[in-house]
Every structure is written in C-alpha cells, then in structure tokens.
C-alpha cells in the first residue's frame, strides 16, 4: 500500500526556511547522501530532493524536501514552498545574530500563511563552531519553547545532530487514523 493516508508510510513535504548561507543545503546534503562539500553552490530559486527513514515503530517516513534559497529576490517565492507543507525546519546559524533575527521572521511568516498544523523545528546549525559562538543554546530553546516548536543544534560538517533532527520531526508528525 502507499499514499499519504497510509498510516505505516508516510509522505510529507518538508521546507526548509532561513538565511542565506546558514547551511541548509548542507544539512539536506548530509541527511540524504551523508556528505558535506564546503564547496558547495547556493542555491538558486529552490531544490528538491527526498529521502525516507524507517522509524522503530516500523512506520516509514518519506520526506519531499523542499530547499529554498533564502536571497530576498526569492523571498515572494516562499509561500509556494510552505504551502502544503506539513513540516517547516527554520534554519539559522549560531554564530550570526543576524541569521537568528531571519529565522524569527520566518516563524512568524509560518504562523500566520502556513498550515494550521504545521510542525515546526528550529534549529541552530554551525554547532562546530563553539568559538564563534554568538547565540546561547538556551536562547534558541527559550524561542522554540514559546512558540510550540521543536528544537535541537546541528553540524552539517560533523554529522551531528542531524539524523536525530529528522527522527525527532517524523516522530511529531500527526498519524492518519486507520
Ligand atoms: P544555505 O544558503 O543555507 O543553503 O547554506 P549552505 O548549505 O550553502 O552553506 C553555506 C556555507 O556554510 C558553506 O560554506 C558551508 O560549507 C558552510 N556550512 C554549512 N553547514 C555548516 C556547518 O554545520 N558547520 C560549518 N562550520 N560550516 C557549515
Ligand atoms: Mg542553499
């Protein structure tokens, strides 16, 4: 069987939101191919890619992955990628306030054009860098917290943090009911 109403195999469209430059195409390079290139291009407009996991439950999750280039020339464009979307992961990088200022915007966006029972991650990419730290963990919990969202830090170039960081959302995600 298959389809999004198959409660054993799911089929979610995810979006990733944020900055420029924060990582998220690296966080979806190392979550479906488990590499990083420090090299890699910016994105233009957005891309595609998917990849499903297998949860202990024996319910998999495919996810549609939708990466956005986070230029503003792009930024009437979002709408056609949050909507419908069932999960938004807003990215920022811990060691740019800048970047952290973006991601509150976007949460905002989400919460008032973006489904109603959107899950939401935040989550501070770059967690390699402790000494160009500028955003404390506890600021980005207190964030996430106040507005009902799921949060954890990543490293793109390590790995870390970022199969959990899918697992944790898949786990969220509302089940249809047989
Ligand atoms: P995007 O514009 O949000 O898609 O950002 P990219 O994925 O293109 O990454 C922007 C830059 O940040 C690149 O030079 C990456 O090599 C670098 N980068 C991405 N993730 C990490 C990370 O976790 N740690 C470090 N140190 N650099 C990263
Ligand atoms: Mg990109």
Redesign the pocket.
């Known amino acids: 069987s298959s389809g999004a109403l198959d409660p054993k195999n799911l089929k979610v469209k995810l979006v990733l939101l ?10 979806v390079l190392r979550f479906v191919r488990g590499q ?8 233009v407009g957005a891309s595609f890619l998917s990849q499903t996991i297998a949860l202990q439950d024996s319910t998999t999750v495919k996810f549609e992955i939708w ?1 956005t ?2 230029q503003e020339r792009y930024a009437a464009l979002a709408p056609l990628y949050y909507r419908g979307a069932a999960i938004a992961v807003v ?1 920022y ?1 811990i060691t740019n306030p800048d970047s952290f200022n973006k991601a509150q915007y976007w949460v905002k966006e989400l919460q008032k054009h973006g489904s109603p029972d959107i899950v939401m991650a935040l989550v501070g ?5 402790h000494e160009k730290r500028e955003i404390q963990v506890q600021e980005g919990i207190d964030y996430a917290e106040k507005n009902g969202m799921f949060f954890i830090e ?5 790995a870390d943090n970022i199969n959990q960081l899918f697992e944790e959302i898949a786990k969220r995600l509302p089940r249809p009911s047989t």
């Open positions: 944020g900055d420029s430059g924060v990582g998220k195409s690296c966080i990083f290139d420090p090299s890699s291009k910016v994105t990466d280039a986070g990215v990088d990419n770059k967690a390699d860098l990543t490293s793109a170039k390590t």
